[in-house]
């Protein structure tokens, strides 16, 4: 794996810094008498959103350019500021928004910081155990607050985290990113459509009882003031509660040990409800899935050669769930993740 990951280690992330001057024309509509305002670029994730950093004087903010030049991106700038205001009216701890016009794409926040649960947990190996514990304590607290009065027609690509939806977004995904694209592996549809019908399936629900955030990991919560802040959550989605916890717990930025994880599960089942540890099974191996295709996609393609460097722990994750798979009776796709493993053993550099 490592060395399919260096052949892609060559492609650099690209982008214009300069600031749109749409952006500056509504700073200085909103800040008239300033003239010692500051903005510097904030580097994103897997997003082509832009962010910067805004200083005034003694106060800083963060600013979001997502312009709406396609329906979709107009979507989810309306589900953004839709779903800030609605979670902050739930008690959800989401950053407060200052200013926001979902048409232009530009949004005025309050700025949370530079630490995630990430990057605390890299500097303070000591208390994981007892940050994550308060992760899956603000997990429930979303799932069941934010449930009750929430508009989904504001939910981007349907309303729920349904058997249709988990085929597409990320089975599919994962065989057209990873398998085809990435690993070059000559994979159809018709070779998977079984297995990706049975576990969209098991894994899907079309109920409205939960909502998840649908990424709900460690790079999405960030600390401030010794608080845990939400952010990225306009996928939200009606779906299974599992997921997110899946999303948590499996998340390769960070490697939680499996003692640690499945008392991680034991508080989420406790403190939730209706955990089904089936189902748990079931969305757990399609985040996992998710995640490969999301990196190799994001790696590849994108340029952003950051995730690539976290793709080996997503695969050995995937390796260690061939029980599963042998359970859900899921043989085709076990046979092609065979297969893959052989491509990434035998790959070598040219």
Same mark, same amino acid.
């Given at each position: ?18 600031? /749109? ?40 903010? #963060? ?16 589900? $953004? ?10 008690? @959800? /701890? ?7 016009? /979902? ?40 799932? =069941? ?10 939910? =981007? ?7 249709? $939806? #988990? ?13 085809? *694209? ?13 297995? !990706? ?13 939960? &909502? @998840?955030?649908?990424?709900?990991? %460690? ?12 952010? *990225? ?15 948590? #717990?499996?998340?390769?930025? #960070? ?8 008392? +991680?599960?034991? +508080? ?8 089904? /540890? ?13 995640? =490969?295709?999301? !990196? ?26 061939? %029980?599963?798979?042998? &359970?859900?009776?899921? %043989? ?11 491509? @990434? ?6």
């Amino acid at each position: 794996m490592e060395t399919i990951i260096e052949k892609s280690l060559h492609q650099k992330e690209s982008g214009n810094s300069k600031l /749109p001057a749409i952006i500056r024309e509504i700073l200085r509509t909103l800040y008239p008498e300033s003239e010692d305002l500051l903005l510097f670029p904030i580097a994103g994730d897997g997003s082509d959103r832009r962010f910067f950093r805004v200083k005034l004087k003694t106060k800083t903010f #963060v600013l979001m350019y997502a312009p709406s030049d396609n329906p979709l991106r107009l979507r989810e700038n309306l589900a $953004f500021s839709y779903l800030s205001a609605y979670l902050a009216s739930h008690r @959800i /701890p989401v950053p407060e928004i200052y200013f926001s016009n /979902p048409s232009k794409g530009i949004f005025l926040m309050e700025d949370l910081g530079d630490l995630s649960l990430h990057t605390y947990t890299l500097k303070n190996p000591q208390s994981r155990q007892i940050a994550y514990r308060k992760a899956v304590e603000l997990l429930v607290k979303f799932q =069941i607050r934010a449930t009750n009065g929430v508009e989904a027609r504001f939910f =981007i690509d349907g309303e729920s985290y349904n058997p249709s $939806f #988990v085929l597409e977004k990320e089975l599919e995904y994962f065989r057209r990113s990873f398998l085809c *694209d990435f690993l070059g592996l000559p994979v159809s549809w018709g070779d998977l459509k079984d297995d !990706f019908f049975r576990l969209s399936e098991l894994a899907g629900t079309h109920e409205t009882t939960s &909502c @998840i955030h649908r990424d709900f990991q %460690s790079r999405n919560i960030m600390i401030k003031d010794g608080k845990l802040r939400l952010i *990225d959550y306009q996928g939200m989605r009606y779906g299974p509660g599992e997921y997110d916890l899946a999303a948590l #717990v499996i998340d390769p930025y #960070v490697d939680l040990p499996l003692r640690e994880r499945r008392t +991680l599960i034991r +508080l989420y089942a406790r403190l939730g409800k209706g955990f089904s /540890p089936s189902r748990y099974e079931a969305v757990s191996l399609c985040r996992n899935l998710q995640i =490969i295709a999301a !990196f190799s996609f994001l790696g590849k393609q994108r340029g952003k050669t950051f995730f690539l460097g976290f793709l080996p722990r997503a695969w050995k994750e995937l390796k260690g769930r061939r %029980s599963t798979l042998w &359970c859900l009776r899921l %043989s085709r796709l076990s046979h092609w993740l065979d297969l893959a493993e052989d491509k @990434i053993r035998s790959w070598s550099p040219t």
